[in-house]
């Protein structure tokens, strides 16, 4: 089945600093991956669209900003929370669709990247 | 645009007992409705999807979901519960179109007592 990762699983960063998330498709190709983050006891919420080789569609009251995302493979997709405050704790979920996929609903998601800011 | 709401944020039931966790959801064309489960700092796992096929989904772990076009529901029930049922549920619609993302409900926590 297809395997989408996220590295690291956990990260813990210093208040004015910056991490970079990594979101990856083990074994097949995506062309559109998204960004969600979930605030504890709360749902997700979408962040962003990523399509490789284009500039990512923000949601509304996301700051692009502050929250880059590269997609520049077909496999890859980096999340960078750029000077990163304590409100920016949260965990960050990607999905990613099957290029081949013929039907829109083949998205799958990654195991999700804990991030704490002190 | 779409939306889907969890009626109950807690459902609590006992071992042995039925499950049912409500959702209802808006939708200016078709959707795909999906069900997913997430257990304390994990990711999500699918437990079922709605795609126009057969109206009674069927997933994983004894769920079943039924679609209900006329009530706009996707209710997720399962006849007994177990203990390792106790998680957080999330009901979801995406359309049909190539490239959208999932759109949340709020979630629902289910705890089972023995």
């Known amino acids: 089945g297809a395997v989408v990762s996220q590295h690291p699983s956990w990260v813990i960063c210093k208040s004015g600093t910056s991490v970079k998330i990594e979101c990856r498709s083990l074994d097949f190709q995506a062309t559109t991956m998204f960004w969600y983050r979930q605030f504890p006891k709360q749902s997700l919420m979408l962040m962003a669209t990523s399509n490789e080789g284009s500039k990512a569609t923000y949601e509304q009251g996301v700051e692009k900003d502050k929250f880059l995302i590269n997609h520049a493979s077909l496999t890859l997709s980096t999340l960078t929370v750029t000077s990163a405050h304590p409100e920016d704790s949260s965990f960050y979920i990607c999905?990613?669709?099957?290029?081949?996929?013929?039907?829109?609903?083949?998205?799958?998601f990654g195991p999700g990247t804990r991030l704490t800011v002190t | 645009a779409q939306s889907v709401t969890q009626l109950g944020s807690h459902v609590s039931v006992s071992e042995g007992a039925l499950v049912l966790l409500r959702c209802n959801y808006s939708?200016?064309?078709?959707?795909?409705l999906f069900w997913y489960v997430q257990y304390p700092n994990q990711g999500l796992q699918l437990l079922l999807k709605?795609?126009?096929?057969?109206?009674l989904v069927k997933g994983i772990n004894g769920f079943e979901a039924e679609f209900k076009k006329s009530e706009t529901s996707f209710h997720l029930t399962k006849p007994s519960a177990h203990m390792s049922d106790a998680a957080e549920y999330f009901c979801a619609v995406s359309d049909i179109r190539a490239g959208t993302a999932l759109i949340f409900g709020k979630g629902t926590t289910l705890s089972v007592s023995s």
């Open positions: 939708s200016s064309v078709p959707p795909y």
């Open positions: 709605y795609t126009s096929a057969a109206t």
């Open positions: 999905s990613a669709r099957d290029q081949r996929a013929r039907l829109a609903y083949e998205q799958y």
